[in-house]
């Protein structure tokens, strides 16, 4: 007869052993293929804003390697790299691309404010462009003040909006060397 092995007993009570944690084979998945969109991503990024992200070199020469392939290469090359992922701590390239990709959404909000801050000025004249330069002295406040009242001429006689145009160009210069 053979003789059969004792399992082994796990004490639940004893704090020496070492903690099991059970992750579900779906949720395994789910990592996976988060971290392969993440390299999707990154793959997509231009030349300039790979620079920015840091990576070693094997997942740059990997992720470079990926932008020149097509098709079922480049999806097998993205396997790739989301398992180049797993390996490595992927939070310092979560937040590098974070960066990049809210720079894009600041610039948009800030265009759309300065598009805010140009109505008002033609709207309130002389007020709005005292607060506009308590706030941006570099300004120049002859000249805002001459395209603001052009501006306010050409929309009383429905001319085309030259000066409104003009004063968007120097409220962006003013605004966005801050």
Not at 78 to 99: H, W
């Amino acid at each position: 007869m053979a003789k059969r092995k004792k399992k082994e007993v796990f004490d639940w009570e004893d704090e020496d052993q070492e903690e099991i944690i059970w992750v579900s084979k779906s949720e395994i998945k789910r990592d996976a293929e988060d971290l392969k969109q993440l390299g999707e991503k990154i793959v997509n990024l231009t030349k300039n804003n790979l620079a920015k992200i840091p990576l070693d070199e094997s997942l740059l020469d990997a992720i470079e390697l990926a932008q020149r392939l097509q098709k079922e290469a480049r999806r097998r090359q993205l396997q790739y790299i989301g398992k180049l992922f797993r390996g490595i701590d992927v939070e310092p390239i979560r937040e590098a691309l974070d960066k990049i990709e809210n720079k894009h959404n600041q610039q948009q909000a800030m265009l759309h404010k300065i598009e805010k801050v140009r109505d008002e000025l033609v709207e309130k004249g002389d007020v709005a462009l005292t607060d506009l330069l308590n706030d941006y002295p570099n300004g120049d406040r002859q000249q805002l003040r001459n395209l603001i009242r052009s501006a306010q001429k050409e929309r009383e006689q429905n001319k085309p909006s030259k000066a409104y145009r003009e004063i968007y160009q120097m409220l962006k210069v003013l605004m966005l060397e801050d």
